[in-house]
Nanobody, 122 residues
Framework: QVQLVESGGRLVQTGGSLRLSCAASGRTFSSFSMGWFRQTPGKERDFVAA????????YYADSVKGRFTISRDYAKNTLFLQMDSLKPEDTAVYYC???????????????WGQGTQVTVSS
């Protein structure tokens, strides 16, 4: 089992920045690939970014490429998402997830956090 707890979401103005954190506990953090997803009411959960278990490869949705950066700290068992140049369309609940491979598909992840709300005001 892996327990994931997100934090860092809040209200921010357009063009601002936020850094989300996802603290992991339980099974070895370094053995999992990690991902960030986001969801708005009535819509499916969408891929945002992923990072391989080794940290050597990262992947991004086209909508966030160049603005968001995913990273992980093995010593702190924590996943991060640095979000810059935020837009109102980035407003969503953001979830972190852990799985055997870095993938854009929701079903490839075994463990999920409870989510953190990000709201970008125009």
């Amino acid at each position: 089992q892996v327990q994931l707890v997100e934090s860092g979401g809040r209200l921010v103005q357009t063009g601002g920045s936020l850094r989300l954190s996802c603290a992991a506990s339980g099974r070895t953090f370094s053995s999992f690939s990690m991902g960030w997803f986001r969801q708005t009411p009535g819509k499916e959960r969408d891929f945002v970014a992923a990072i391989a278990w080794s940290g050597s490869r990262t992947y991004y949705a086209d909508s966030v490429k160049g603005r968001f950066t995913i990273s992980r700290d093995y010593a702190k068992n924590t996943l991060f998402l640095q979000m810059d140049s935020l837009k109102p369309e980035d407003t969503a609940v953001y979830y972190c997830a852990a799985g055997p491979r870095s993938d854009y598909r929701v079903d490839e992840y075994e463990y999920w956090g409870q989510g953190t709300q990000v709201t970008v005001s125009s």
